[in-house]
């Protein structure tokens, strides 16, 4: 099982743009799938993005063509790049870790805040 742990979150303007960061421990981490999810105050935790061990990747429509998610597996890192920030970005986001897409997440980073304002 790997350790995660999520960085690079912060206060910043709309439209402006933040880099997080997910990075591993514990074990190989170039095998597993990497999620990216976040959570909105009150609201419940939702998918944001995905990469494969292989690099493929996928998103949730709403962040399409602004966020994008790699991998730098010599670093055990998964980097979420946001730009065009909204105000509907503002949410936790938690990376989280399983081995193929058909099994469970096996560990979740402990999150970090993404505060954008209008």
């Known amino acids: 099982q790997v350790q995660l742990m999520e960085s690079g979150g912060g206060l910043v303007q709309a439209g402006g743009v933040l880099r997080l960061s997910c990075t591993g421990s514990?074990?190989?981490?170039?095998?597993?799938?990497i999620d990216w999810y976040r959570q909105a105050p009150g609201k419940q935790r939702e998918f944001v993005a995905r990469?494969?061990?292989?690099?493929?990747?996928s998103y949730t429509d709403s962040v399409k063509g602004r966020f994008t998610i790699s991998r730098d597996n010599a670093k055990n890192t998964v980097y979420l790049q946001m730009n065009s920030l909204k105000s509907e970005d503002t949410a936790v986001y938690y990376c989280?870790?399983?081995?193929?897409?058909?099994?469970?997440?096996?560990?979740w980073g402990q999150g970090t805040q993404v505060i954008v304002s209008s």
């Open positions: 989280a870790s399983r081995r193929n897409t058909l099994s469970s997440v096996d560990s």
């Open positions: 990469i494969t061990s292989g690099g493929s990747t």
């Open positions: 514990g074990s190989i981490f170039s095998i597993y799938i």
